[in-house]
C-alpha cells in the first residue's frame, strides 16, 4: 500500500514517548526506527514500564502524525492524515492496525482525513473535541499541531526540551 523505504531511508522527522507519572509529565525522544515501523514504536514505547499513562507522538516529515498507546487489551492508534498511507509505510501500517476499511484507490483524491480512536488521550487531558479541533487546523504543519496537543495537556515544555535537544 505504501512506498516501501529501506531502513536507512528514514523518514524526516520526530519520535517521542510520553510519560504521565505521579501527576507529573515526562519526555524522551524514541529511536529514529520508531519513525519507520509501528512495531518499533510500540515496542520502545512498552519498554518504558511505567505505571502511569504511555504514549509515543511520531511526526513524519511534517507531513503527519501518528499517536500511539500501547496498553494491554491492544494498542489505541490515531492517525491524522489516512492519505499518508499512500507515499509511507508507517501509515500503512496504522491503517492496518486498525483494520480500516480503506480502499488504497479512494485515498488517491481524498482531502486529508484522521483515522483511529480520538479519545485515546481523554483519560489523561484532552478530550476528544479539543483533539478533533486541532486536527481540523489543516494549516499547521504536524509538528505544530502535536505544540497544540501538548500545550492543551500540559507537557509543552517538556516536549519542547526534548525537541531542542533534537535540534528541532
Known sequence: MGAQRAPADLPDGFGVAVVREEGKWRCAPMRSAA???LSA???ELRELRSS???FGLLD????FFVIVRPAPAGTRLLLSDATAALDYDIAAEVLETLDADIDPDDLDDAEPFEEGDLGLLSDVGLPEAVLGVILDETDLYADEQLGRIAREMGFADELSAVLDRLNR
Request: with cysteine; charged share 30%; glycine share 8%.
Open 52 to 54: 502511569g499513562c504511555v
Open 60 to 63: 513524519i516529515d511534517d507531513e
Open 35 to 37: 519513525l519507520n515501523s
Open 41 to 43: 514504536a510500540e515496542t
